[in-house]
């Protein structure tokens, strides 16, 4: 559920986390699963579905975005920019950028976009998620982009391994030399919270984890995607 207190601002749950007040009713689960998933496939993957033209760093002007979601979904009549707003700021992965009266997605596009993320305060390590069946053959070759634009490295091993849970239930954790990487001329850009872009990873800066990863997922409930 995503509300609004109107002290502390934009917040998903029941009661306000600072204050516990009730506060003011935004979206009910449904509609913001259902609104998330439009607005991550217009930034992502398909604004000309919705006849929008992202400039060429992914903006998408918010209006623009709430008036072809209302003309496409009838039932979102109500849909305002407020609520995109709200569903950006509180998004648990920080999956979006705002800035003005736009937004962007930060990472996960399969459309040409040129992301002039910042490529400071990077990690002196990052991971990547594989199958047990790919992962001898990625430390042969290393990582290259395959459904998406860019390789998406994870700032933890376990924010990898919850990457991965989503293709397989134990997937094998790889380990990226960030300093040497951006050593040897790699540009590494941070995206979302945990997320962060390169276009490739050769070989020699690979290297399996072989460290202890918990396993968060309770029995019969699917991963969070990215």
Do not use: N
């Amino acid at each position: 559920m995503l509300k609004e207190c109107l002290k502390h601002g934009y917040f998903r749950g029941t009661q306000c986390p600072v204050c516990g007040d009730d506060a003011r009713f935004f979206m009910d689960d449904r509609e913001l699963d259902h609104i998330a998933r439009i607005v991550a496939g217009i930034l992502r993957h398909f604004p000309d579905r919705y006849g929008i033209q992202a400039d060429p760093h992914g903006w998408v002007p918010i209006p623009v975005m709430v008036q072809a979601i209302r003309q496409q979904h009838r039932g979102y009549g109500w849909l305002k920019p407020h609520h995109i707003l709200a569903l950006a700021e509180t998004d648990p992965k920080g999956r979006y950028e705002i800035r003005d009266e736009s937004i962007r997605a930060t990472y996960g596009h399969t459309v040409d976009v040129d992301l002039d993320l910042p490529t400071d305060h990077i990690p002196e390590s990052l991971y990547y998620p594989v199958t047990s069946e790919e992962s001898a053959l990625v430390l042969e070759v290393g990582l290259k982009p395959t459904d998406r634009k860019m390789v998406h490295l994870s700032k933890t091993p376990l924010d990898a391994a919850r990457a991965g849970r989503v293709r397989t239930p134990e997937p094998v954790i790889l380990e990226v030399d960030a300093v040497r990487a951006q050593a040897e001329g790699l540009v590494i850009r941070r995206a979302g919270k945990t997320v962060f872009l390169v276009d490739r990873v050769p070989p020699s800066l690979l290297r399996r984890f072989e460290g202890e990863i918990p396993d968060e997922s309770p029995p019969g409930a699917p991963p969070s995607p990215d």
